[in-house]
C-alpha cells in the first residue's frame, strides 16, 4: 500500500522557474525523503528531513514538513531542463528503515 | 566507486516459468531492499535484509517469492510460477549500517508473457 500522495501528478513549467511539489501522508513517520527518478528506472536520494525538523535546504532544494498536518513540500527553485524527471517522497517509520513511497509528480522543464 | 547493480537488466518470460534476478550491492553496505514498482506508480517495497537475514518480508505479495542474501553480500530475488501480474520494474537498494538514505540500482524490468 502507498502511504504517500503526490501533489500535482504532473507540472510542467519554463526553465528558470520554480516547482513546487506538496506530499501527504496518512500516519506518523521518523523521517521523510525525497527521490528522483528519470527514465523509470533507478531512483536517486534527494533529501531527508526528520520529523523534528521543519526546513531542510540543499542546493536549489528547499523541504519543509508539517506534522500536524501531515505534509511535506518540495522546492526546486531556478529549475533546469535536467531537473526533468519524476520525484517521489518516501516516509519511514518504524525501526526498520523500509521505505512506502507515493504515486510521484511528474516535472517536466521546458527550455 | 560502483553503484548498485541490477542484473539482468530486462527479463522477458513465459507465464508459470521461474526467474531470478540479482542484486550487487555497494561495497559494505550492510542493508539490503527489494521494491517493485508497476507503471505509473512509485515503488513497493517487497523486503529488508541485514546482514544475511531478512529483517522484514513483509511486502511479498505470497509464497511465490522469495530472497536470499546468503553471504550477506549479493542478493537473489526469485519468482516461482510467474504470472502476468507480476511484471514490472524489480528495484533493489543498499544503505550502510544506520543510515536511513537508500541508493537504488537501475531495476530490472520483467515481463511475463
Known amino acids: 500500500s502507498q502511504q504517500g500522495e503526490e501533489d500535482p501528478q504532473a507540472l510542467s513549467i519554463q526553465e528558470g522557474e520554480n516547482a513546487t511539489m506538496n506530499c501527504s501522508y496518512k500516519?506518523?513517520?521518523?523521517?521523510l525523503q525525497w527521490y528522483r527518478q528519470n527514465s523509470g528506472r533507478g531512483l536517486v536520494h534527494l533529501i531527508l528531513?526528520?520529523?523534528?525538523?521543519r526546513e531542510k535546504h540543499s542546493g536549489r532544494l528547499r523541504v519543509t514538513l508539517d506534522t500536524s498536518k501531515k505534509s511535506s513540500s518540495l522546492l526546486i527553485t531556478a529549475s533546469r531542463a535536467a531537473d526533468t524527471a519524476s520525484y517521489f517522497c518516501?516516509?519511514?517509520?518504524?525501526?526498520?528503515?523500509?521505505?512506502?513511497f507515493g504515486k510521484g509528480t511528474l516535472l517536466t522543464v521546458n527550455p | 566507486g560502483a553503484g548498485v547493480s541490477q542484473t539482468p537488466s530486462n527479463k522477458v518470460t513465459e507465464k508459470g516459468k521461474y526467474v531470478e534476478l540479482r542484486c550487487d550491492p555497494i561495497?559494505?553496505?550492510?542493508?539490503l531492499y527489494w521494491y517493485r514498482q508497476s507503471l505509473g506508480q512509485g515503488p513497493e517495497f517487497l523486503i529488508y535484509f541485514q546482514g544475511t537475514g531478512a529483517a522484514d518480508d513483509s511486502g511479498l505479495p505470497n509464497d511465490r517469492f522469495f530472497a536470499v542474501r546468503p553471504e550477506g553480500s549479493v542478493s537473489t530475488l526469485k519468482i516461482q510460477r510467474t504470472e502476468r501480474g507480476d511484471s514490472a520494474v524489480y528495484l533493489c537498494a543498499s544503505s550502510p549500517t544506520g543510515a536511513h538514505e537508500q541508493y537504488f540500482g537501475p531495476g530490472t524490468r520483467l515481463t511475463v508473457t
Open positions: 500516519t506518523s513517520i521518523n523521517n
Open positions: 518516501a516516509t519511514e517509520r518504524g525501526s526498520n528503515y523500509k521505505l512506502t
Open positions: 561495497s559494505g553496505h550492510t542493508a
Open positions: 528531513i526528520r520529523s523534528n525538523e
